[in-house]
């Protein structure tokens, strides 16, 4: 947002809140010091700090604003609700390991357990909590029965965790004595992980879709872009 900064030649500079505490020119060729968000934010009549989304959505829901009961794809009145949550996860500790499965291949049950976990179960909501520091931010989201087809709720793998796993085991114990047999094998495993991390992926992408046509947790999820969207009890 835009903040006015009053200049002795009488005009009112706009400052973003990308330059409290810095120097801005005023047309007049004065320089003027910027003063920290606090004191711009104040001087312009709002609290002195931010109130995050995730506050403001927990506010919302409190006072009853949160959520409306019209469908947010077709604006159908009186839809149901779903109990949708955002994982967001503020300490990313377990994510600069992305691509050292390749080089462990011959553990395959650690390798198999890593990849299950790091990849797969990040929109498992348990799995999650149990990194800790996780902020489980509610999101109820109304949708018509009619739209609500249209996306996909449940997580399904079609048995895609499983080829992997038994396909990398294979590809453990056939390397040593059928190299080339070992290796397409391994290829396979990694293709059937890959798949299913493209369909986790390209399910998030559509229930972050969702949820961000509630323009407060569109602001959560562009506070959170890494935040996962989970569906409770469904
Ligand atoms: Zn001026
Ligand atoms: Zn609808």
């Not at 839809?79 to 553990?107: R, T, Y």
């Not at 895609?160 to 453990?172: E, F, Y």
Request: negative net charge; aromatic residues 6%; glycine residues 10%.
């Amino acid at each position: 947002m835009e903040f006015s900064l009053p200049c002795e030649c009488g005009a009112d500079v706009a400052v973003g809140a990308g330059s409290a505490g810095t120097m801005v020119d005023c047309a007049c060729g004065r320089e003027l010091s910027v003063p920290s968000l606090a004191v711009l934010r104040e001087a312009a009549g709002l609290t002195s700090y931010e109130i995050a989304p995730e506050a403001k959505i927990l506010g919302m829901l409190e006072r009853g604003e949160l959520p409306a009961r019209t469908c947010v794809d077709c604006g159908r009145t009186e839809s149901p609700v779903l109990p949708l949550f955002a994982n967001c996860e503020q300490a990313h500790s377990s994510e600069s390991s992305g691509g050292g499965g390749l080089a462990a291949i011959g553990v395959a049950a650690i390798v198999a357990g890593w990849f299950d976990s790091a990849l797969f179960r990040a929109d498992d909501r348990g799995a999650v909590v149990s990194h800790g520091r996780v902020t489980d931010v509610p999101v109820p989201t109304s949708l018509c029965v009619a739209c609500r087809s249209a996306y996909d709720f449940k997580q399904r793998d079609f048995g895609l965790t499983w080829i992997g796993k038994l396909l990398l085991i294979g590809a453990v114990i056939l390397l040593p004595l059928y190299g080339i047999v070992g290796a397409g094998l391994a290829a396979g495993s990694f293709s059937a992980f890959a798949i299913r991390s493209a369909i986790t992926a390209r399910r998030q992408r559509r229930l972050k879709s969702l949820v961000e046509k509630t323009p407060i947790y569109a602001e959560l999820l562009a506070r959170f872009p890494d935040a996962t969207i989970v569906p409770s009890d469904t």
